[in-house]
C-alpha cells in the first residue's frame, strides 16, 4: 500500500458528544491544556530559591513579559501580563505539540463514504483556523472591555462613529475598519505560519526521511516559539493602545 503525507487543511472529526463535534485539533485543545495546568502546578510545588534551570528560564520569560508589558502601560500591567502570558504559553505548547515525533502517526480509521480514511488523533490546536479566530476574538473582546471600561461607553464608541465633521467620521470609519482587520490578521498570520510550517516537515519528511527533517524541525520549533511571543506582544499593544487612546 502506498502512504502519501496527510495534509488537510480543515480540522477533521473523530466524533460527536450530544451532537457537538470533536476534532483533532479540540482533542489537542484539552490535552494541550491539561499539561499546562500539570506543569504550572509541577513548577509551583518545586519552586526553590535556589532555581533549577527550568526555573531560571521560565523566569527569565515571564520576567521579560512582565517588562514589556509594564513598557507598554505601567498603570495597567497586573490586568494585561496575566493574558498575554497565557496566551504566549497555550500557544507555545500548541505550536509545540505538532512537532513531537510520532504524534501524527497515532490516529484511528474512519469510513467516509465506503472508504476507509485514516484520521490522526492529535492535530496542533494553532494549525486549525477555528482555534486561530478564537483567540484572535479573546484578544478583541479584551481590548474593548479596557477601552470601554476606561473611557466610558461613549467616550470609546465616539473613537469610531463621530459627526462633528466629515473628515473625522471618515477616520472613525477607518478606525472601526482596523480594529476588524487586526482581529483577522492575528488569527491568520498564527495560522498561515505554523501549518505552513507543519505542511513543509510533513513533505519534507515523506520525501527524506531520518536525518534531513531535523533542521527543518528546529528552525519549526523556533519558528513556534517567535509566533507565540508575537502573538502575545500584538496583544499587548492593542490592549495598552486601547486604553493609552481613552486618556487622550
Do not use: C
Request: glycine fraction near 6%; aromatic fraction near 14%; charged fraction near 10%.
Amino acid at each position: 500500500m502506498e502512504h502519501t503525507p496527510h495534509i488537510v487543511v480543515a480540522a477533521e472529526k473523530l466524533t460527536e458528544i450530544l451532537g457537538f463535534p470533536i476534532t483533532n485539533s479540540l482533542l489537542t485543545t484539552g490535552v494541550v491544556s491539561l499539561l499546562i495546568i500539570i506543569l504550572a502546578f509541577s513548577l509551583k510545588s518545586t519552586l526553590s530559591i535556589v532555581p533549577s534551570k527550568f526555573q531560571l528560564v521560565t523566569e527569565m520569560i515571564t520576567g521579560w513579559m512582565y517588562q514589556t508589558a509594564k513598557s507598554i502601560s505601567v498603570s495597567h500591567v497586573d490586568e494585561f501580563f496575566p493574558i498575554a502570558m497565557t496566551l504566549f504559553v497555550f500557544i507555545l505548547f500548541s505550536n509545540w505539540f505538532g512537532l513531537l515525533p510520532g504524534i501524527s502517526g497515532i490516529g484511528i480509521n474512519i469510513q467516509n463514504h465506503g472508504s476507509t480514511e485514516f484520521v490522526p488523533l492529535f492535530r496542533a490546536a494553532t494549525t486549525d483556523i477555528n482555534t486561530t479566530i478564537a483567540l484572535s476574538l479573546l484578544v478583541f473582546i479584551a481590548v474593548q472591555y479596557y477601552g470601554i471600561r476606561n473611557a466610558g461607553f461613549r467616550g470609546y464608541i465616539s473613537r469610531f462613529i463621530t459627526f462633528s465633521s466629515p473628515i473625522n467620521f471618515y477616520v472613525g470609519i477607518l478606525e472601526l475598519i482596523s480594529e476588524f482587520s487586526k482581529t483577522i490578521s492575528l488569527a491568520f498570520r498564527l495560522f498561515g505560519n505554523i501549518f505552513a510550517g507543519e505542511v513543509l516537515l510533513t513533505v519534507i519528511s515523506f520525501l527524506l526521511p531520518y536525518i534531513v527533517p531535523l533542521p527543518f524541525t528546529v528552525l519549526e520549533l523556533f519558528v513556534g516559539f517567535i509566533q507565540a511571543i508575537v502573538f502575545a506582544m500584538l496583544a499587548l499593544v492593542y490592549m495598552g493602545g486601547a486604553v493609552e487612546y481613552s486618556h487622550a
